[in-house]
C-alpha cells in the first residue's frame, strides 16, 4: 500500500486530525519556541515576506545555517511556512534559490491570535543594517507564490 502524499502547502497531519487537516495547536506550538518565532518575525519582516537561509542566518546571528534549516523543517512539517524554489535552469550561481514564506492557514491563525503583526516586523527588518551581500539577495528575484 503506497502511503499517501502530504498536503500542497506542506502541511503533514497529526495523528489526531484528519489527512490534509492544518492542525492549529501544533502549529501554534512549534511556532512559540523562542527561535523559530524569530525566525518566523523574519519571514512576516522580510521586504518580500519569503527570505533565503543565507538572509534568516544574518538576522539571527547566533544560529547556524543548519539549525536554521532545522527549524525551517519543523515549521515545515506543521504546515506553518511552505518552500518556493527556482527553476535549476533559472537559478543564478553563487545566490540561493530557495526560499520561505508562511503558508495562508498560518498567516491566518497567527492573525486570529495576534502574533506576528507584519507592520511592525517590516519595520523592525527595516531598521537592522544590512551588508551589500545581504541587501543584494534582498532584492533578488524571488519565485511566484
Known sequence: MKPESPPADGAHPSPNTSPGAFDAW????KATDQ???DILADIVGHPSGMPTVEELDYMNPPLSEDAIRRHLHTLLDVGVVREHE??????????????????????DLFDRNGLFPEDAWRR?????????RI??????PRPEA
Do not use: W
Open 26 to 29: 501544533r502549529a501554534l506550538q
Open 35 to 37: 527561535k523559530r518565532a
Open 86 to 107: 527556482i527553476d535549476p535552469g533559472n537559478r543564478l550561481r553563487d545566490y540561493p534559490y530557495k526560499f520561505y514564506e508562511l503558508t495562508e492557514a498560518a498567516r
Open 124 to 132: 523592525q527588518y527595516e531598521s537592522v543594517e544590512k551588508t551589500d
Open 135 to 140: 541587501r543584494e539577495v534582498e532584492s533578488m
